[in-house]
């Protein structure tokens, strides 16, 4: 991550791209790393946002253009999990977007949301809104409680 870091604020779009595609990374640890080397909050906020929902924007388009069966074999699920995820997207419904930045579920669920055809518009302000406060939220504790 510290890597990631001393790319400054290109590093942090990359390690937010990165972190919210199928990837295991991490990104609050190159904003965290950043945020205490002085660079401007704001502008560390609205770029990793914008790389984080790139990255989902991303998950979106696989699961709007890849088949069900790639989709399946990526993630190695049956098909009754898949149902199953399938039924908890439509019981929560859009609104369960702007968690899409929680680690495990935001993934499968910006996937989710590409293959069920969520219009494009509501998927891009939903997850926006969840990833732009979660970083405003990390910024916040790492600058007033660190």
């Known amino acids: 991550m510290e890597g990631f870091a001393e790319l400054g604020v290109f590093g942090l779009f990359f390690s937010a791209f990165l972190a919210a595609t199928i990837l295991p990374l991490s990104s609050e640890v190159v904003l965290t790393i950043l945020l205490l080397n002085g660079l401007s909050a704001p ?17 979106y388009a696989l699961g709007y253009w890849a088949s069900l069966g790639v989709v399946k074999r990526w993630f190695k699920i049956s098909e009754d999990e898949f149902l199953q995820a399938e039924q908890r997207f439509k019981k929560y419904g859009m609104l369960s977007l702007c968690f899409a930045w929680v680690p495990i579920i935001g993934d499968p669920l910006t996937i989710m949301a590409g293959i069920l055809r969520v219009p494009l518009l509501w998927f891009f302000l939903l997850v926006t809104l969840g990833k732009l406060l ?13």
């Open 43 to 59: 502008t560390l906020i609205i770029v990793a946002t914008a790389g984080n929902v790139l990255g989902s924007l991303t998950n």
């Open 134 to 146: 979660r970083y405003i939220f990390i910024s916040y504790i790492v600058l007033n409680v660190a």
